[in-house]
């Protein structure tokens, strides 16, 4: 069935599978309802042949006044002689959100984020945007594609597991989808839109991720109590005295007991920034930047009773000559299932140091400080402290922490 009217928005709705509404503002300007979509065309007759022009499909970017105009602006390329086939083919040429993904990361994620933030983002295009959407041109996602993607992730279409190699080893982590994994990465196609719309790539105020909701998440937050504490170094000692793990895996877990650092800070500590006179890590870089990090007495007893390896800057080193350790993900599962600590993570340290701090009666301010939390804020807050107070109460938490791990 076909019918003549100015197209809106209303009417657009209202059409059924198999209709085309004709538009009577602009020749040749239909939306065809087909089975996936309402698809915005521009039905030509040149030198005596019919094409047909598709346009996009209804939905942002494309509405009723967008797809109009721009069948005003092909037809005033046409008339000014442009090859119609030259615009067909540019329309055909449109940037598939593939092509955006490898944009993205080559031109803003390589080089304005951390290079474990741009595996994250990695992880988020290969498991989850380019299989439900790789082929789509940028300019024709619409809000509706985007809901669709959330709840197909958390969902799992997107579920993988982990491939086994044939020597028994596994092939990477699985991929299991979830609203977390829905949640990231609706924010990273929404940057991704986003710098889209700076480049061209769709009009401004666009990005179809607008205004879709995420889904709630619950706190992965996790600390250890006193009892925990007990275990946790007992399994370490029994795995260190038994050469289950490393004396290096061993100090990096304890160093993240005792510092709160992050893991990242310590598995790439090096040697040269250590500074034992002043009690302190000098780190060059970090998640938030160059900073220092506190030792209290524990920590300086851990690192000064730890060989150093000739020709290797690191303080936590491998298997590998002159590199830092590469894995404490598996020594990790040993220790925390012989500590019957089953799903606690390696990230989950920081949490108890934190927690040991809030517990000796330490201020937000101070703990915020020796986690390194840095924004304007909370920084203004904390300003006017000098080191005493922090080195102070960071030996205190370090008294308290070795004293739960000993079962005192």
């Not at 955006?100 to 080089?111: G, I, S, V």
């Not at 909370?378 to 102070?392: E, M, N, V």
Request: a positive charge; hydrophobic letters at 40%.
């Amino acid at each position: 069935m076909t019918t003549s009217i100015r197209i809106t928005k209303r009417v657009v709705d209202q059409l059924r599978e198999g209709e085309t509404l004709w538009d009577t503002d602009v020749k040749g300007f239909a939306v065809r309802c087909q089975k996936r979509a309402k698809v915005y065309v521009l039905k030509l007759r040149i030198g005596g042949r019919q094409r047909w022009l598709a346009i996009g499909n209804h939905g942002s970017p494309w509405t009723p006044e967008t797809a109009r105009h721009e069948a005003q602006r092909l037809w005033g390329q046409i008339r000014a002689g442009v090859d119609i086939a030259h615009v067909r083919d540019t329309k055909r040429k449109q940037g598939s959100v593939a092509e955006l993904c490898t944009r993205y990361l080559e031109e803003h994620a390589r080089q304005h984020k951390k290079a474990g933030s741009v595996k994250g983002d990695e992880r988020n295009i290969t498991n989850h945007i380019v299989p439900l959407m790789g082929y789509r041109p940028v300019a024709e996602v619409t809000h509706s594609d985007i809901e669709d993607l959330k709840r197909n992730i958390k969902n799992g279409k997107t579920k993988r597991p982990v491939k086994l190699k044939r020597d028994g080893g596994t092939g990477g982590r699985p991929v299991l989808g979830g609203p977390g994994a829905a949640n990231r990465t609706v924010a990273l196609l929404s940057k991704m839109f986003s710098l889209a719309e700076q480049w061209g790539w769709r009009p401004e105020n666009s990005n179809p991720c607008r205004r879709v909701v995420h889904y709630r998440g619950k706190s992965c937050e996790r600390f250890l109590s006193p009892e925990e504490f007990t275990r946790l170094g007992a399994a370490l000692a029994m795995l260190e005295t038994n050469n289950a793990i490393t004396v290096y895996a061993a100090a990096a877990f304890k160093l993240l007991i005792y510092t709160g650092a992050r893991l990242g800070e310590i598995q790439t500590l090096k040697w040269s920034y250590v500074d034992f006179d002043h009690h302190v890590l000098l780190l060059p870089d970090s998640k938030t930047g160059a900073k220092p990090i506190v030792l209290n007495q524990q920590a300086i007893d851990i690192l000064k009773a730890l060989p150093r390896v000739a020709q290797n800057p690191y303080v936590i080193t491998g298997h590998i000559a002159g590199q830092a350790i590469g894995d404490l993900q598996g020594p990790w599962q040993l220790v925390r299932t012989a500590a019957g600590l089953p799903g606690f993570r390696i990230h989950d340290l920081r949490h108890s140091f934190a927690s040991m701090g809030v517990l000796q009666g330490g201020s937000l301010p101070i703990i915020g400080k020796l986690l390194g939390h840095t924004t304007p804020l909370t920084t203004a807050r904390y300003a006017h402290l000098g080191d005493g107070p922090l080195r102070q109460f960071n030996q205190k938490v370090g008294v308290a922490i070795a004293e739960a791990m000993l079962g005192k």
